[in-house]
């Protein structure tokens, strides 16, 4: 085997040759091991460690075809608010946007078609928004939250929309984000003579898909995503249900909810990784 040799000098200013390895030469004790013992050149990643010390990480990757990467991942950045937020998304029946002060009429008529069935679940709708101008004040308020510098904002309310009328439908948003996992909770509200038409189901996977688009693309740049409803709250677990999210928890008897009682608390999740942004479904 040709022996590629270069010239150094020694601390007393002798010269000596010092043998180079190269990229031609083979890793005799791991790969014949390793060879031996599996049939074929295999690497753990503590052989990895030791071959990148001694032969160069460049040599290493290219004779064994592998990267090596550092198995301690890095602390990521806490999540913040894209300095644009994003304004709207238009999907095929609903539109997803910020409430605004014209919307202050729509929005009281909408929680007046029946107050009553929001309950036991929603309570704000009952005791809350009962006239033109406490839906102007709620609005004002949703604007406050979500434009703030410090603390960094941690809520986005944004109101369902049809699409071909522009009339209200119902709220829905990206609550108690958490910074430092990247994560939010998606709450949902529909009118009552609205449900049961695959409105909140549609509006629900719209938000999943914004939520995750990178904040390059217009989206919001979120890695995971969560869904708590009362287990006796049938209608709104239907949604997560019927867009197969992947139930997580149920913390047994978790929540009081007022004329039933202790309920359990139903957990569902998404990760970005698994979702469809494009198809608004969970990734086949």
């Not at 064994?64 to 806490?78: F, H, M, R, V, Y």
């Not at 994003?86 to 029946?114: C, F, H, K, S």
């Not at 994560?183 to 189901?201: K, N, P």
Request: hydrophobic letters at 35%; glycine letters at 8%.
């Amino acid at each position: 085997m040709q022996r590629n040799c270069q010239t150094a000098t020694g601390h007393r200013g002798r010269q000596r040759q010092v043998r180079k390895r190269t990229s031609t030469e083979s890793f005799p004790i791991v790969l014949s091991a390793r060879t031996a013992l599996t049939g074929g050149p295999r690497f753990f990643y503590a052989d990895l460690v030791v071959l990148r010390h001694w032969y160069g990480a460049s040599t290493m990757e290219h004779c064994t075809g592998t990267q090596l990467q550092d198995p301690t991942p890095q602390d990521p950045a806490p999540w913040r608010a894209p300095a644009l937020l994003p304004r709207r998304i238009t999907g095929t029946r609903v539109v997803l946007r910020y409430w605004e002060e014209l919307d202050a009429a729509e929005m009281l008529a909408a929680l007046e078609t029946n107050r009553e069935s929001f309950l036991p679940w929603l309570p704000w709708t009952v005791t809350h928004n009962r006239t033109v101008e406490q839906c102007l004040t709620a609005i004002a308020l949703q604007q406050e939250k979500r434009e703030r510098i410090e603390p960094p904002p941690d809520d986005f309310t944004l109101g369902i929309f049809e699409r071909e009328s522009g009339r209200v439908i119902g709220g829905t948003g990206l609550h108690r984000v958490n910074a430092s996992a990247h994560e939010a909770e998606i709450g949902y509200w529909v009118r009552a003579d609205r449900r049961r038409q695959g409105l909140c189901s549609d509006a629900v996977a719209l938000l999943i898909s914004w939520a995750f688009i990178s904040v390059e693309h217009g989206g919001w740049g979120l890695r995971r995503l969560h869904i708590r409803c009362a287990g006796a709250n049938i209608s709104s677990r239907m949604v997560p249900e019927k867009l197969k999210l992947p139930q997580e928890a149920v913390l047994t008897k978790e929540r009081w909810v007022p004329s039933i009682g202790w309920d359990d608390t139903i957990v569902w999740g998404v990760l970005r990784d698994s979702w469809d942004t494009d198809r608004h479904c969970i990734r086949s």
